[in-house]
Nanobody, 119 residues
Framework: QEQLVESGGGLVQAGDSLRISCAASGVTFSRYAWFRQAPGKTREFVGGISGGSTYYADSVKGRFTISRDDANNGVYLQMNSLQPEDTAVYYC????????????????WGKGTLVTVSS
């Protein structure tokens, strides 16, 4: 059964960096994405990776970097210059097929890891 498990969330200060990870259980997906859901808001796309190509939401472009390690079935989100508005539960998502970076376009989901950025 395919599973995604996020880790690495925590409490940081504004301007800090943090890297969160997602481990896929024994399977290599073709597409991974990170989404986030802030308190009181709907879940939104943060970034995605398919093959060697990466895609980012405008709000994180230039600050966040997504990468993957297929040998270890992992995907990572390096977050720099964090701001209080980045506070959210971050979800890893994956799929084998498709080309949409939307919730509907991703089939498998982790349970999320909380990132809190204090001012």
């Amino acid at each position: 059964q395919e599973q995604l498990v996020e880790s690495g969330g925590g409490l940081v200060q504004a301007g800090d960096s943090l890297r969160i990870s997602c481990a896929a259980s024994g399977v290599t997906f073709s597409r991974y994405a990170w989404f986030r859901q802030a308190p009181g808001k709907t879940r939104e796309f943060v970034g995605g990776i398919s093959g060697g190509s990466t895609y980012y939401a405008d709000s994180v472009k230039g600050r966040f970097t997504i990468s993957r390690d297929d040998a270890n079935n992992g995907v990572y989100l390096q977050m720099n210059s964090l701001q209080p508005e980045d506070t959210a539960v971050y979800y890893c998502a994956a799929s084998f097929y498709g080309n949409r970076w939307s919730e509907a376009g991703m089939r498998y989901w982790g349970k999320g890891t909380l990132v809190t950025v204090s001012s």
